[in-house]
């Protein structure tokens, strides 16, 4: 799962809520590393550079899962959904 990481972005000093919006990606939700990592789920730093037709990310990161499978349990994915809370909301929706 692809994720930007505020730290980074406030350390850039750059409005990460601003960072998070743009025409293609209009409402975004957060959650914690150590909600993530309770999860059983990997956490960190991955940016993304140089690769073509895609625009630099210095505060990307990923979300894994601990195995080498590489898609989430329905368990990982249910109690992403029940953790995840607004950063920029969009209108009229509701996470739950």
Same mark, same amino acid.
């Given at each position: 799962?692809? @994720?930007? @990481?505020?730290?980074? @972005?406030? +350390?850039? !000093?750059? =409005?990460?809520?601003?960072? $998070?919006?743009?025409?293609?990606?209009? /409402?975004? $939700?957060?959650?914690?590393?150590?909600?993530?990592?309770?999860? =059983?789920?990997?956490?960190?730093?991955?940016?993304? !550079? =140089?690769?073509?037709? $895609?625009?630099? *990310?210095?505060?990307? /990161?990923?979300?894994?899962? !601990?195995?080498? +499978? !590489?898609?989430?349990?329905?368990?990982?994915? *249910?109690?992403? +959904?029940?953790?995840?809370?607004?950063? $920029?909301?969009?209108? *009229?929706?509701?996470?739950?």
């Amino acid at each position: 799962m692809s @994720i930007d @990481i505020e730290e980074l @972005i406030i +350390a850039a !000093k750059e =409005d990460p809520k601003t960072y $998070v919006t743009t025409p293609i990606f209009t /409402g975004s $939700v957060a959650f914690s590393a150590k909600e993530i990592r309770s999860l =059983d789920l990997i956490i960190g730093y991955d940016p993304i !550079k =140089d690769i073509p037709g $895609v625009p630099d *990310n210095p505060f990307h /990161g990923e979300v894994w899962p !601990k195995t080498e +499978a !590489k898609r989430f349990t329905s368990q990982q994915k *249910n109690g992403l +959904a029940s953790i995840a809370s607004w950063y $920029v909301p969009l209108p *009229n929706v509701d996470l739950r």
